[in-house]
Structures are given as C-alpha cells and as structure tokens.
Antibody, heavy 121, light 106 residues
Framework: QVHLVQSGAEVKKPGASVKVSCKASGYTFTTYGISWVRQAPGQGLEWMGWVSAYNGNTNYARKVQGRVTMTTDTTTSTAYMELRSLRSDDTAIYYC??????????????WGQGTLVTVSS | DIQMTQSPSSLSASVGDRVSITCRASQSISTYLNWYLQKPGKAPKLLIYAASSLQSGVPSRFSGSGSGTDFTLTISSLQPEDFGTYYCQQSYSDPGFGPGTKVDIK
C-alpha cells in the first residue's frame, strides 16, 4: 500500500531555512507528482507547490515563490521541500501529498503524516 | 486567483441525519472540485474527486454534485466517525482550498 513518511518536527529561528523530507513507498515514485500543503495553527490548508518526480519540473505558489525549492531523489523515492528566510508566519504543519490525475481531474490521494515547523526566536 | 467559499462554516447534526455542505468558486471550474475530510491531528483524506466521483474505500453515504461554480457534498446518514473539518479544493488552476466546514456530532 501507498505510504508517505515525513521527517520529524523542526524548530528554527527567523531567517533560517528548513528542509522537510517525504519518503514514498508502495508505488512507482516517478509516475506521480508530489505537492506540498501547509496548515498554520488552527487555520485552513494552503497549497505551496508541486514537483514532478518524473522530471523535476516545479510549480510554486506565488506566496512562497522565491523562498521555496522542491526537489526529488528518485534513487530513494524521496521528495524534499526547502523553505528559506523563515518568518514567524511560516509556523505550520507541512504535508506532502501525492498528486493523482487524469485528463479531467487532479487531486491529492495520499498524504504524509505532517511535519510541524516552528519558527521562533 | 480562484477564491473558494464554503457554507456553513460549522454545523452540529445527529447520527442518521442527512447533511449537506456547499462550496462555491469565484469563477467556473467545470468539475475540477475535490472534497477532503480532516480529523483533528490528522492529515486530510480524499473523499470525492472530479465533483462527484467517490474515492476508493470511501463509504457510499458520501456523495458530491455540481459543476461550474456551485458544488455540494452530501452525507446521506451521518455516522459518529464523520466528525471533523471538510474542505473543498479546486484543481482548475493552481490548487486552492475552501476555508472548511467543521462538523460536530450532537
């Protein structure tokens, strides 16, 4: 069965960077993309961007463009999300999710367990 | 950007009730609309994709309808395990989520 297992919680100071990993298993990694979605405490869900596990193509949300880099390592079936110049409002749970799609739809069918990133001085 | 709204923002219902949640997009998104349920402390779970298609393993009491700008998620007979926050999400353009509808069991 499909599993996405994320790295552990992080505490960072403002201005620092964080890199969260998402290890996939149970499917052919390069067949699907990975999206990253975050959720600030008590708030809703915010899509941050997408990376293709097939060719590394990316598409980032305007809000984090310039501060985020999403990559994959096909040898270990792992996706990574690095966020730089951290601010207090980046404090959130960060989820990876598998993209599934056809010609007429696109959704996130499997999710990681989430990684809490706390930004605090 | 496409803005998503949901109503109500919260509701309380009894086991066995029929429950409906509405999602509206700021522009037409055809049927590029998905529904997720998030329980406290857990990741969201896909329930419905393409507005009306039931994700594998999801109970048939869940159904979705709509196209264009107006969509509805219906739970035909609410069960205790259905509590949590329901989110709609458009995938017509860069993905965006609605603000959520919190469902409590009376």
């Amino acid at each position: 069965q499909v599993h996405l297992v994320q790295s552990g919680a992080e505490v960072k100071k403002p201005g620092a960077s964080v890199k969260v990993s998402c290890k996939a298993s149970g499917y052919t990694f390069t067949t699907y993309g990975i999206s990253w979605v975050r959720q600030a405490p008590g708030q809703g869900l915010e899509w941050m961007g997408w990376v293709s596990a097939y060719n590394g193509n990316t598409n980032y949300a305007r809000k984090v463009q310039g501060r985020v880099t999403m990559t994959t390592d096909t040898t270990t079936s792992t996706a990574y999300m690095e966020l730089r110049s951290l601010r207090s409002d980046d404090t959130a749970i960060y989820y990876c999710a598998r993209d599934t799609y056809s010609s007429t739809w696109y959704a996130f069918d499997y999710w990681g367990q989430g990684t809490l990133v706390t930004v605090s001085s | 950007d496409i803005q998503m709204t949901q109503s109500p923002s919260s509701l309380s219902a009894s086991v066995g009730d029929r429950v409906s949640i509405t999602c509206r997009a700021s522009q037409s998104i055809s049927t590029y609309l998905n529904w997720y349920l998030q329980k406290p402390g857990k990741a969201p779970k896909l329930l419905i994709y393409a507005a009306s298609s039931l994700q594998s393993g999801v109970p048939s009491r869940f159904s979705g309808s709509g196209s264009g700008t107006d969509f509805t998620l219906t739970i035909s007979s609410l069960q205790p395990e259905d509590f949590g926050t329901y989110y709609c999400q458009q995938s017509y353009s860069d993905p965006g989520f609605g603000p959520g509808t919190k469902v409590d069991i009376k």
